[in-house]
């Protein structure tokens, strides 16, 4: 058998329940409005890509993730940081470029965190998905039962790497869960005029990756897919694709000023009304589960308030953090 | 297109002279598309080692694409069809086949992007013949070497700075016609040193010569312009005559700055009038950090380039 220590503990994720699933995507929401503001205000440094309107799908499968699962995340990734657990005040320092933010102020949001085994943050479209294939094949090797989640967007589908991947995990049998957020549009660009089709669930079907589509603004059903995607995988019966489908109410990105992209008035608004938040409410009242979201936002806006006064405060990095961990051996 | 609009405009006057110009991005610019249709102008998932592959077919079989990378990281997913493919064809053909494609992405801005896409990836493709590599230092060459480019028999790699975007004179830099390559821009002339700046330090070169000048100290201020071909002789003469080299870059140390040097070893009377005077004013060999405190280190500043070119003339007489 294998040499490799199994460092990663496995600890099976609680069943979740509505409230804490709400508090998650709350936390996500709270932290990117207030972001938005400190961005335009100069505050926060580089792009903010917001995730407003996908919370959903970060907090759902973080939610079927244990501590030793591996997760890889790209430039639109503060949900799945904050779902995955990453230091909220480290992670706000991080974007205020300060020397205590959780990558020292090298990476603003495209953060890795080994803490929370969050691999990376990839700037570039499809390049982490061969990524969280390989910790996989960590997981695989080790035979601990751990699994490694890739999040992308549709545009990752555009990308050779991600279809040679696919194949790979398939014949491989690799404990992965591929999350495709399918929010619809790639920057400026619509999908459905640069893709044969809208769906992506076929491209998995050809690699005979197991696909599922879900409903990417209900947290319930995200988490349900994700379960049962992470079951199979530790079960040791192969990758799954999971095609959520979302938007982002918001925009593309933001420097001091939003991306000038435009949203057909009716689409945004019909989309507006299936916020991952609404949503969740009303699957509370549905369930007859006891949910009330302005305690649970008032406490999530507390604690991002918290991290940002602590950011502002906290100190730059030291002019010699530059030429640090150029080189693994060195300083 | 890459973050400089003006040249959207140079695009479009080439494409109104040259039916078989196209245009590949994931991007493409709307007015462009408006006016040439999506025949000439496509948009493309993000595709970007396919987008340069079919350049390379489509430049071998007639057209003259232009494929708009975006950004210089995203050209490191194009390695290969850059170097084996459209650097490699009019050679392994014998002269056969030619490769009139012109690729283009923006470097380094000062976006807080990050390491992996603030990024000048020039000095790379320094070595890997067959390939000519642009890069601008104002608008004016922007406009200028690009209209060369398009007429260009062989592949170009055109890495324009984000920073140019900023400079005025729209009209002016329009008009400027295409620009040889392989021939550097002596923009101020003094025999105290030799500056040799690339791409967007170009500006910031000629504002330290400036206070420089101010202060009863002239300096040769050199524009490569191209960096395949490189104009050796340019540089060679004004450091036999100066004694002294400060090269001036936004990009690492390793990549074009220290080929540069390299280079002049083709010329024993430049490095021997060097005689180890020698400065580098650019990225350090790190990546590019996204906090502004740490990022503002590996810039190529004013102050540096003159604190550079004063220790060089204490260095000895
Ligand atoms: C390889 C590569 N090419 C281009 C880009 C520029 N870019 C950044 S985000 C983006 C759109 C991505 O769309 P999608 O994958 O659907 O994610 P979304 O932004 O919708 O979350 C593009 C083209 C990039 N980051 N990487
Ligand atoms: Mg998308």
Redesign the pocket.
Known sequence: MTSIPATLEETAAPPADLASLFAGMALIREFEDRLLELRKAGEVVGPV?PYIGQEAIAVGVCAALGDGDSVVSH??GHGHALARGVDLNGLTAELFGRANGVCGGKAAALIGDPRRNLLMSS????AGIPVAAGAAMTAQVRGDSSVAVAF?????LG?GVVHETLNLASVQRLPLVLVC?H?G???GNRTEDIYPEVSVLRIAEAHRVRAVAVDGNDVLAVAAAARSAVAAARAGEGPTFIEARTY?TKF?LQFERPSPEVRPPDELAAWLQRDPLTVALTRAAELDIHLSAEPLRAEARARVEQAVQAARSAPWPAAAEVHTHVLAGAA | MNEVGLLDVVVQEEFDRDPTLVFLA?NSPAALRGRFGADRVRICA?S?QAMVGMGVGAAMSGLRPIVDL?RAS?GL?TMDQLVNHAGRMHYQSGGGYRVPMVVTAATRGRQQLGPQNEQCTYGLFMQTPGLTVVVPGSLAEACGLLRTAVRWPGPVLYFVAPELNRQRGLSAALGTPPLPFGVAALLRRGDAATIVAIGGAVPVALAAAESLSNAGTDCDVLDPRTLAPLDVPAIADSVARTGRLIVVDDGPRSGAPVQILGRLAERPDALAALGGRVGFVCQPDVPVPSSPALEDLTWPTEQRIVDEVRRLLDADG
Do not use: M
């Not at chain 1, 700037?123 to 499809?126: E, F, L, N, T, Y």
């Not at chain 1, 992308?152 to 990752?156: I, M, S, T, Y």
């Open positions: 890509h430039y639109r700037g570039i479209v499809g992308f967007g549709d545009g990752a990308s957020e929010n549009y790639q920057a982002l593309h | 994931t993000i970007e975006n995203f997913l």
